[in-house]
């Protein structure tokens, strides 16, 4: 059996489902199964309430020589999802479709190594994760 999984996400949010026949899908005669929903607390904070003191990062409001905290706090919930995309690899999921905006694409795809990669087999650069679960699926649908 060829599991898929697909993986709709942004910076803050992930929402993987899971179908077993992705031409049955794509046809009608398959609904997808969410598996997980995995979020990032500190991704949904104002980059000012992410601010610190330590030398190297924010200080009273002010930027002093280190990264964006909100960017930062991205790229650590892209690579929560690579790890479980890569997991899911490993226990047998033949093919992966990502749905993300853009800009967290980027993130994502900077920690894809190139065994993962030949398991994406489509992503959709859309901000989908908030839309209603049943919305959401016609969206993807359309697009594959």
Known sequence: MEVTWI?????AEAKIFQIKNLKA??????KWQLLKNLTHEQSRKKGTDLNTDRAGHFQKGSFMDGPD????EAEIFAREIVHELE???LN???KIILVLPPAFYGEIKKHIHPALQTHIVKVIEKDYVHEPEKTLEQ???KQL
């Open 92 to 94: 047998g999921v033949s």
């Open 25 to 30: 899908f794509t046809l009608g005669k398959e």
């Open 7 to 11: 993986c709709v996400a942004d910076a």
């Open 69 to 72: 905290p909100k960017k930062h």
């Open 87 to 89: 997991a899911a690899r």
């Open 139 to 141: 969206h993807v649908l």
